[in-house]
C-alpha cells in the first residue's frame, strides 16, 4: 500500500502547525529573548528541507501576523507549494462585514480554519459579543478556529468553547503549560475540564519552548503529552512543529523522532491519527492531499 493512501496508513505525516514569514523588525518584534535567533526569513524552500530530512508529508501552514494580508500571503504560497496542504489564517472576526469579508474566501479551498491571537488579549476578551458573532459566522462553513492561550485563560476558553457547541476548535501547543517551571497539576485539571468538550482538539506542539529551550528534556515534557494522551485520546490529538520557533530549542527531525517515540507503544491506528490523521479530518485536507498527490510521491 502508498504511503499516500490515507484510511489507515499509519506511514502518513502531517504537521498541523508551522510558520512562514518574510522578517521585519516592527512587525516580529515579539521574537526576542531565546527567539532572537529567528529574526531572519523562513520560507517554503527551507521547509521542504526539513520536511524532507523528517519524512513528513504535508503541512498546514498557520497565521504569525493578525493581518489579512498574511492569510493571502499563506494561500498564495499553499497554491505554489504541494506539500502545504492547508492554511489557518487571520481575518477581522470583530468587524460588523465580517460575514461578507468571510463570502470573500469561499473559494479558497486551501483555507481550513482561522485563528486569533487569544494569548495576547485581556480577561473577558473571549466573552466579547462582536468576537463571538465572527465566531458564530463561521458555522456551515467547515472553517475550524484555532484556539491559541495561555495556560492561564483555560477557563475562559472552556466557557467560550460553551458557546458554540457546533464549531470544531483546536487548541494549540496544549494551551501553553508552564513547563519551565515543573507546574503540571493546576494546568492538568483544567485541560481536562476543556477535554471533555468533543468539538475540540489538541496539538501536541509548542512544548519545547515554553520548557527552557537551552535546558529540557524529554521526560520533562513527557507527563504533558501523557495528560492531553489520556484527556483526548488518539483521535482528538495531532501532530505539530511549530517550526520556526520550534528551532530555538530543537531541530525539526529531533521533534519527530521525540513524537514518534511517545506514540510507539500506541496501536497504528491510534500512531496514524496522532501523526497524520487527525489533522487530515479536522482540517478536511481529504480534497488537497487527492489533488497534491502526485507531488508528494518524492516520499514513496
Known amino acids: 500500500m502508498s504511503q499516500l493512501e490515507l484510511a489507515g496508513s499509519a506511514m502518513l505525516r502531517v504537521d498541523a502547525h508551522h510558520h512562514l514569514w518574510n522578517y521585519n523588525a516592527a512587525e516580529f518584534c515579539w521574537l526576542e529573548g531565546d527567539l532572537t535567533t529567528l529574526r531572519r526569513n523562513f520560507l517554503p524552500a527551507e ?14 501552514a498557520v497565521q504569525a501576523r493578525q493581518e489579512v494580508r498574511e492569510t493571502d500571503w499563506l494561500l498564495h504560497l499553499a ?18 462585514d465580517f460575514p461578507a469579508t468571510l463570502a470573500c474566501y469561499k473559494e479558497h479551498t486551501a483555507l481550513k480554519g482561522l485563528r486569533h491571537v487569544l494569548q495576547a488579549e485581556p480577561p473577558g476578551f473571549m466573552e466579547d459579543r462582536s468576537f463571538n458573532s465572527g465566531i458564530e459566522a463561521l458555522r456551515g ?10 495556560e492561564s485563560q483555560l477557563e475562559e476558553a472552556t466557557r467560550f468553547v460553551d458557546r458554540h457547541p457546533d464549531q470544531t476548535f483546536v487548541l494549540d501547543h496544549l494551551a501553553k503549560p508552564k513547563i519551565a517551571a515543573g507546574e503540571l497539576q493546576s494546568w492538568a485539571n483544567r485541560i481536562r475540564e476543556l477535554a ?48 520556526p520557533v520550534l528551532c530555538a530549542g530543537c531541530t525539526y527531525p529531533r521533534w519527530w523522532k521525540i513524537l514518534s517515540d511517545w506514540v510507539d507503544v500506541l496501536s497504528a491506528d491510534e500512531q496514524a491519527d496522532i501523526l497524520g490523521r487527525t ?8 480534497p488537497l492531499l487527492e489533488s497534491k498527490r502526485p507531488n508528494l510521491e518524492i516520499y514513496s
Open 47 to 60: 521547509l521542504l528541507l526539513e520536511l524532507q530530512g523528517a519524512n513528513v508529508h504535508g503541512t498546514v
Open 79 to 96: 497554491a505554489a507549494t504541494p506539500l502545504i496542504l492547508g492554511v489557518v489564517g487571520w481575518l477581522p472576526l470583530r468587524d460588523l
Open 141 to 150: 462553513t467547515s472553517l475550524v478556529f484555532d484556539i491559541l492561550i495561555l
Open 196 to 243: 471533555q468538550r468533543e468539538n475540540v482538539v489538541c496539538k501536541v506542539s509548542g512544548m519545547v519552548t515554553e520548557a527552557d529551550t537551552k535546558c529540557w528534556s524529554t521526560s520533562q515534557l513527557k507527563p504533558y503529552f501523557d495528560t492531553v494522551l489520556e484527556c483526548f485520546t488518539p483521535s482528538r490529538l495531532m501532530a505539530g512543529s511549530d517550526w
Open 279 to 286: 489533522a487530515v479530518k479536522t482540517y478536511g485536507l481529504h
